[in-house]
């Protein structure tokens, strides 16, 4: 199976170093690597505590993921490496890792597999595994919660190279806007720094979910419209939010990406704990379709947006249940790709057009006879518009919560709190959302439930299996977790 690389350039270090012994002697391996004689300078002492101290972390958060499958990605070649340039590694040096790769593997601290060229243009990076006394330290560590630090800058502007087909950073015009919005997300990623979400799944069910994100075929549903096909890590840690701006414009796009929670399987959601609490998600409903007709100055139909009249068998509609409860998954799909299909290149998979029943032009047909406004739109890519206003309704959303103490998790077009705060977000997601549209139209859907692997079992003859139980609990990641946090802000 491949492998999942996480970046380097993706570490953020812990405000307090976990690993300061280590740190000390990769530093004194360096010198050996280098056959220093002289003291270096304090400049280069802060350059070498800095890279040490970034691998060392790097390493721990990799190993932290529990995947046998993650890797950490680093670069070897100059090339990459820049003090000023914009798109090049400029907090890091090419010289230092080059040399804390080295001492690692003297150590027998990392496996490394040497990056290699693919292509004339393309480089695969260096990876890089835990190993020997170091993944053994790691393991008696176990997974803490540990607070990292923030990016100072959290918004970012990318374009599209239809030649090429790949996505590129471009440079943020720091305007007073731009400012503004960067304020708003770092006082979101202040607060939920401090907290600890987690999943209240037993060991052996997070080992499974770790398993099927690890597939190079995994699908995560939270950002696109047709999902693309690429494996995933899970690290409890990694929640700052960054919001991302599409097409080389600051009106297109602009969603929050980042946090753990935005990766999982929708189904796994239900099982989200924030510091211990059982939580609530609530969505907007037909959220992409609302804003067409509301962009046209027109009122968005009654009944269920997704139904295009398809029967099936004669059966009266009902999105609830199957066959129609995949049927509307399949519409919403088709609806929202021809939204933000530029080219008209979208067409459905075949597994799906078996599964609707019809063709994609016959199902296309059916939408636009629904959906008349959609017919004007087609070809302009105004997804990424509506990306970006429900990108503001949830900027809105989650400073308007966070004023009152309250932790919120966006996946979106949908919001993740503790379980009895959940009226408090459906008042907010109403408020938010007439302060953008300037009228409430919004529709929210039901909230979840909350699930737990966590439940009582019992002996044969009715008893309570108190040492079951106390077994499941104790040797539990997400009790051990949340207990490293209390611990670490009792200190």
Wanted: hydrophobic share 35%; glycine share 6%.
């Amino acid at each position: 199976m491949d492998t999942i690389g996480l970046n380097i350039t993706t570490i953020r270090l812990p405000a307090k170093p976990q690993f300061p012994k280590l740190v000390e002697q990769l530093i004194h391996a360096c010198h050996a690597y280098r056959q220093l004689k002289n003291k270096p300078s304090t400049k280069a002492q802060a350059e070498r505590y800095l890279h040490c101290h970034t691998l060392i972390e790097g390493l721990y958060q990799t190993w932290s993921c529990q995947s046998p499958y993650a890797r950490l990605d680093v670069f070897l070649s100059p090339k990459y490496y820049h003090a000023t340039e914009f798109g090049k590694i400029n907090h890091l040096s090419q010289y230092y890792v080059e040399e804390t790769v080295a001492a690692l593997e003297q150590l027998g601290w990392a496996e490394v597999i040497v990056g290699r060229r693919v292509t004339t243009t393309d480089t695969l990076p260096t990876q890089l595994k835990a190993i020997g006394s170091l993944e053994k330290i790691y393991e008696e560590y176990s997974l803490r919660w540990s607070p990292l630090q923030i990016p100072k800058f959290g918004i970012v502007l990318r374009d599209y190279d239809k030649t090429y087909k790949e996505k590129f950073k471009l440079k943020v015009a720091l305007t007073s806007t731009v400012l503004k919005m960067n304020v708003n997300v770092r006082r979101i990623n202040e607060h939920l720094i401090k907290q600890a979400m987690c999943l209240h799944v037993s060991n052996l069910n997070l080992k499974k979910l770790i398993r099927r994100m690890s597939t190079p075929k995994y699908r995560s549903h939270w950002h696109q419209t047709v999902p693309e096909k690429q494996g995933r890590v899970l690290n409890f840690n990694h929640v700052c939010l960054r919001r991302v701006f599409s097409r080389g414009s600051m009106e297109r796009g602009g969603r929050f990406y980042g946090g753990w929670w935005q990766f999982i399987p929708s189904e796994f959601r239900e099982f989200i704990t924030i510091n211990g609490l059982a939580t609530v998600e609530i969505d907007f409903s037909e959220l992409h379709p609302r804003l067409l007709y509301m962009s046209q100055n027109l009122d968005p139909p009654t009944g269920d947006l997704y139904d295009v009249g398809l029967l099936i068998d004669g059966k009266p509609y009902d999105a609830t249940v199957e066959p129609y409860k995949t049927q509307r998954g399949i519409v919403k799909e088709v609806f929202n790709a021809l939204l933000n299909d530029e080219s008209g290149s979208y067409r459905l998979s075949t597994k799906k057009v078996k599964q609707v029943g019809i063709s994609f032009g016959k199902l296309k047909k059916l939408i636009l006879k629904r959906h008349p406004p959609l017919k004007a739109v087609l070809g302009n890519g105004v997804g990424l518009g509506f990306q970006y206003i429900d990108s503001q309704i949830a900027e809105i959303v989650m400073l308007d919560l966070l004023d009152k103490g309250i932790t919120c998790l966006p996946v979106h077009d949908s919001f993740v709190v503790p379980r009895h705060q959940g009226q408090e977000l459906a008042n907010a997601m109403n408020k938010a959302f007439a302060a953008v549209m300037g009228v409430n139209l919004a529709k929210l859907k039901p909230p979840s439930k909350y699930k737990s692997d966590f439940h009582m079992t019992f002996l044969p003859n009715g008893e309570l299996d108190r040492h079951a139980m106390f077994k499941l609990h104790e040797e539990a990641i997400h009790n051990h977790f949340l207990r490293s946090r209390l611990q670490a802000i009792s200190r």
